[in-house]
């Protein structure tokens, strides 16, 4: 049973992968701009969190946590490689490990830059970090109220 004291929890993470779900569809099938393989990594790894959090708010589970925190955690390992990559290439730094990015479209195009610095790359990182922290968090409130 979900406490009083965390009740927004699985709520906010179901928001946050929601948001990022029909922000990725919106850049590849509306804008038509094509992801690199290290997009569909996080694709892969956003996506579960979406049912894995809606199941906590339909059953009660309280130890949810435990399916979301890996695929945040690697979620935030590849968004993090990613934008590292591409702030490296785009910055005129010519990294010889390009990894998976010789493959199809390159993990390093320009495609938006709001600010100057906020990439596609970049607000996958934060959504993953704002999931990994938020499940850590329920993580911790569950172990205390037990």
């Not at 049973?1 to 709520?11: A, N, Q, S, V």
């Not at 956003?46 to 059953?59: E, N, Q």
């Not at 990613?82 to 195009?109: E, F, K, M």
């Amino acid at each position: 049973m979900l406490t009083k004291t965390k009740p927004y929890l699985y709520p906010l993470t179901f928001l946050i992968a929601m948001s990022s779900m029909v922000g990725s569809l919106y850049f590849s099938e509306v804008l038509h701009l094509a992801p690199c393989v290290l997009c569909w990594y996080q694709r892969i790894t956003m996506y579960p969190v979406i049912v894995l959090s809606l199941i906590p708010m339909l059953r009660k589970d309280e130890k949810a946590y435990r399916y979301i925190i890996p695929f945040a955690l690697i979620g935030v390992v590849i968004a993090t490689y990613h934008s590292v990559l591409y702030y490296a290439v785009n910055w005129g730094i010519r990294p010889d490990w390009v990894g998976p990015c010789v493959a199809g479209v390159s993990c390093t195009t320009r495609y938006i830059e709001l600010l100057g610095f906020i990439t596609i790359p970049l607000l996958s990182l934060a959504a993953h970090l704002a999931i990994l922290c938020l499940a850590v968090f329920s993580r911790k409130l569950a172990k205390r109220a037990s």
